[in-house]
């Protein structure tokens, strides 16, 4: 799917997942679905989701409104909770080399504040070029906040085509890395331009 913005399967395949059991239940009809995606959508939940593939970011999008309104009671801690169970299904599967790292990270070792920054400054960049296995777009890069000592972001370029849904999920996922270094909602986001997105510590480590 050159030139499509996409994301990888092995994360897609986790939304049509949900969706086919949404269906299974009873939770809503096929012909709800009709109205609400679009034909290509629907024909996911009969066909395997290969997880090496890539998958139009736009199904992707329709897909999780469906969802957040189904299964999360159309609040967006529904996404974030799905971020952090992704993060954590990828490094039980061990699709990643990234995310076995954080099983050995070194910022899990240090004590001094400083150290412990510069060593988790070093984690990051290698978690963040996991975005480059995930999505055919969008560029993602760690370094420290300029505004606040002992902090870090992670700039997200060339982000137009990144839906609100894949921000929500993406703060899940971080979170839910973060979760290895013992961490928990260590990271917000926003959105100061339409093709940037800035994920931002809320708190030194």
């Not at 994301?7 to 679905?33: M, Q, Y």
């Not at 300029?146 to 990144?162: G, H, N």
């Not at 929500?168 to 979170?175: A, E, T």
Request: hydrophobic share 40%; with cysteine; glycine share 6%.
């Amino acid at each position: 799917m050159a030139g499509t913005p996409s994301i990888k399967g092995s994360v897609f395949s986790v939304l049509v997942e949900n969706l086919a059991k949404c269906v299974a239940r009873g939770d809503v009809s096929r012909d709800d679905l009709a109205r609400r995606l679009q034909p290509g959508d629907l024909a996911f939940l009969d066909a395997p989701i290969a997880v090496s593939d890539w998958y139009d970011i736009r199904s992707y999008d329709r897909i999780n409104a469906v969802l957040l309104d189904v299964e999360g009671g159309g609040d967006v801690e529904y996404y974030r909770e799905q971020g952090r169970q992704t993060a954590r299904r990828l490094m039980d599967a061990g699709l990643y080399a990234q995310l076995e790292y954080l099983s050995r990270t070194e910022a899990s070792a240090e004590t001094d504040p400083r150290a412990r920054f510069a060593a988790f400054g070093r984690d990051l960049r290698l978690l963040s070029s996991l975005s480059a296995s995930i999505l055919n777009f969008s560029r993602w890069n760690a370094k420290p906040d300029p505004d606040q000592e002992l902090r870090y972001r992670i700039e997200v370029s060339e982000a137009s085509a990144m839906p609100e849904s894949l921000c929500w999920r993406s703060d899940g996922f971080v979170n839910g890395m973060a979760s290895a270094h013992a961490e928990t909602d260590l990271w917000g986001w926003e959105r100061p331009r339409p093709d940037f997105v800035l994920f931002r510590m809320l708190r030194p480590l």
